[in-house]
């Protein structure tokens, strides 16, 4: 992974001292909370329910043994021994106090991490798949040039104060788990047929009260004009975007008002200012950053499968796990291997200081020191033999971090909700619970397959409920909790938004209601086909029909 | 008259006045001895009569607005102020880098309005060389402000070269 050299170290010490700085004069009185509250968010510090909450970065969401150590103390010390990870490859914790923030951030400065834009109106953490460098059917490996835009939108002095948040995604992989197509801009890396890789770059996609699915700005752009592309885009949502009201602010609104046409006219007609000047990415600069992300030193042909044949043969609760959590890998002999931290009875996402630890250790023992997080809100290890999957299996097995549900629909993306967030209207996490609850049967969830099913406690959408397969929104009505669900969502490459089913749902009722589209899927689907085609194929009415019939 | 910061300095005395309003020509008559910054509109209403009244003058930009249309009258104004109206508000940011990369204005980027301590930074990495602070801001505070950060990563007026161009592109390996 990225290794800070002095100026990084530098930087980053500067910016711990500067909040520290700005932290006093806060307390002392010398800053009013408006002014305090952009300079704090600048630096992950949101003030909630409860308690402040302190939003880490996870850069393109690779982690150290190390850093994981860090975290683990930092959720032992400062918090209440957990931490939360988000569906955008940071983690929260919800229970610092305001005056050891700096202390905090001071801490993670020792291991090269830190809080900086993780909120505010300004460019967030560039997130990318949670697969890059490992997927066998990857275009290029996405780190290098997310590492370039994390470095080039750090600090960057002209956009920190824009109309509203701005999060980037970077993503190499066909299958696309980096929900590109739903962020602000949306990279993606493309192999010509000549071979040459270039990138295609959309912006406009957000999720939200308005759902949108980027549209392409630059339709082909060479590897080192990347940030003067991104910087055209930015000058023009910084300039141009709506400052009136907060909730037309994203550039979604933007493009949808000015028009994509005219809005790629005057992107391209600022791209042929900047192009080429300084910011233009050296050869030097790319093959600098991409020898942070060469392969670790696997051991060439492994013939070690012998023994997970046969453990695959032998322990049918090792094969389940297997199917479900291991992917493959573009080195033969290797495994891609997801941590599942969605084991019923626990918030999705959320992890304790123990198991932080009991993970940094097995990313020592099993996968080169690295983890990954994923927006779905697992954690990985991408470059495990083949030969000592069952090993791991049952050191997971000891912490309950065993699950076999990725993909499923246990599998749950879930923001805070209202149980901590102060924005939420309805809590999101006793959902996922009690869904998870009600599908207890492991043979069935997988014969269900893949189902992606994604909660939110308000319109904001953390939990990503318009590209869930199926998505469940918190509402508030009257004062009471109801929930929202749509189905026919996804984030991948054929991205597509929710549909509304209908009127919203009790608590109670929501299992019910997930069973009866389960049962129509079921009842529908043919052969292999996942919900996601079945619904596709089959459409929106026999779902709601099936819902809504006891009612009518 | 707000405390003015000018290239790393607190000026002792400033001789600009911002005209918030697009009164008339005559208003420049008024204080003799000074100078006057004037809003976009008053010099797009009053240009040709503005020969009657010699000597050097600036403009301001509200964040709204965009330098284009004075893009060809640069060399008239020795000082040109962008506006904040509030901090958050981050337009002017770009117009000055504008201003200094694609128009290479040379004469004085002024922050007006709500101009605070912790701006000033970035501010100066745009493009800005002088600081109209906000009457509560502690000036000598605000000097500090220039050394926050030793450098940055991003090519800005301040340092047209990125950081990836100073590294001098060491590899790790």
């Known amino acids: 992974m990225y290794v800070y050299d002095e ?3 530098r930087m980053l010490a500067e910016r711990v001292a500067q909040f520290r700085d700005q932290t006093a004069r806060y307390v002392a009185g010398k800053l009013s909370d408006a002014e305090f509250l952009p300079l704090r968010l600048q630096n992950g510090l949101y003030i909630q329910r409860l308690a402040p909450m302190l939003r880490v970065a996870i850069p393109y969401g690779l982690l150290s043994s190390r850093q994981i150590r860090k975290l683990a103390f930092i959720a032992r010390h400062f918090d209440k021994g957990y931490g939360h990870l988000t569906t955008r490859q940071n983690i929260q914790f919800n229970w610092p106090e305001l005056a050891e923030a700096p202390d905090i951030l001071a801490h993670l400065a020792e291991v090269e991490m830190h809080a900086i834009q993780t909120s505010g109106n300004c460019i967030r953490n560039v997130t990318t798949d949670h697969y890059a460098g490992v997927a066998a059917d990857e275009v290029e490996d996405s780190r290098p040039w997310c590492e370039l835009i994390r470095q080039w939108s750090t600090f960057h002095p002209e956009f920190a104060h824009l109309p509203r948040k701005f999060k980037i995604a970077v993503c190499g992989t066909p299958a696309d788990q980096a929900a590109t197509q739903v962020h602000d801009i949306g990279v993606y890396l493309i192999r010509a047929e000549s071979g040459e890789v270039f990138f295609r770059i959309l912006a406009g996609g957000g999720l939200g009260r308005t759902p949108v699915i980027g549209q ?14 991104l910087e055209a885009i930015m000058r023009v949502y910084n300039r141009e975007g709506r400052r009136d009201n907060k909730y037309k602010a994203r550039i979604k609104i933007l493009v949808r008002e000015t028009g994509v046409e005219k809005f790629r006219e005057k992107v391209h007609a600022e791209w042929e200012r900047i192009r080429g000047s300084a910011l233009t990415l050296t050869d030097a600069e790319i093959e600098r950053c991409k020898s942070f992300f060469i392969d670790p030193d696997y051991v060439k042909r492994l013939n070690g499968s012998d023994v997970l044949v046969e453990k695959l043969r032998d322990d ?9 959590n291991v992917r493959p890998h573009k080195q033969p002999g290797y495994g891609i291997v997801t941590i599942s931290l969605k084991q019923t009875g626990v918030a999705p996402g959320d992890i304790t200081d123990g198991q932080l630890e009991f993970i940094a250790d097995l990313t020592d023992k099993y996968s080169f020191g690295e983890a990954r997080v994923s927006h779905k809100q ?8 083949q030969r000592r999957l069952y090993d791991l299996w049952r050191e997971l097995s000891t912490q309950s971090l065993q699950t076999p549900a990725l993909g499923l629909l246990t599998d749950i993306i879930c923001c805070p909700g209202g149980d901590f967030c102060a924005l939420a209207n309805a809590k999101s996490i006793p959902v996922a619970e009690e869904i998870q609850r009600f599908f207890d049967d492991a043979a069935e969830l997988e014969d269900i397959g893949d189902l992606q099913v994604n909660i939110s406690g308000c319109m904001n959408a953390c939990g990503h409920h318009h590209v869930g397969n199926i998505g469940i929104l918190g509402v508030d009505k009257r004062g009471e ?12 490459r054929e991205a597509s938004l929710a549909k509304i089913l209908g009127p919203s749902f009790a608590r109670d009722e929501v299992p019910g209601v997930m069973r009866t589209l389960v049962d129509v899927y079921q009842a529908e689907k043919r052969q292999d086909e996942s919900f996601l085609n079945t619904y596709r194929r089959i459409g929106h009415e026999p779902f709601r029909q099936a819902v809504y019939a006891d009612s009518h | 008259m707000p405390t003015v910061i000018k290239d790393g300095a607190i000026l002792a005395r400033d001789r600009w006045t911002v005209l918030r ?6 208003v420049l008559q008024a204080v003799p001895g000074r100078s006057f910054v004037l809003p976009l509109a008053f010099w797009l209403n009053f240009r040709a009569q503005l020969e009657e009244y010699p000597g050097e003058r600036g403009i301001w930009l509200d964040s709204h607005q965009t330098p284009e249309p004075i893009a060809a009258d640069l060399a008239e104004f020795a000082v040109i102020g962008l506006n904040f109206p509030v901090f958050a508000d981050g337009r002017s940011y770009s117009n000055a880098r504008e201003l200094r990369e694609r128009y290479r204005f040379e004469g004085e980027i002024r922050a007006i309005g709500d101009v605070m301590r912790d701006q000033l930074y970035y501010m100066s990495r745009c493009g800005f060389n002088s600081f109209a602070l906000r009457h509560d801001q502690d000036a000598e505070t605000c000097l500090r402000a220039f050394t926050d950060f030793s450098t940055g990563y991003q090519s800005s ?3 047209p070269l990125p950081l990836f161009r100073r590294r001098g592109g060491v590899r790790r390996k």
Do not use: C
């Open chain 1, 378 to 385: 697992n954690i990985i290890l991408a470059d495990v033999e």
């Open chain 1, 216 to 229: 392409v700005v630059f339709n082909h752009v060479e590897k080192q004009d990347l940030l003067t592309a």
């Open chain 2, 157 to 159: 007026v301040d340092e």
């Open chain 2, 21 to 26: 309003e697009a009164t008339g020509p005559e």
């Open chain 1, 316 to 324: 049918p609760e090792f094969a389940r796990w297997h199917r479900r």
């Open chain 1, 481 to 492: 909790e109801f929930y929202q669900i749509s189905i026919g969502g996804s984030s991948a």
């Open chain 1, 7 to 9: 100026y990084d170290h």
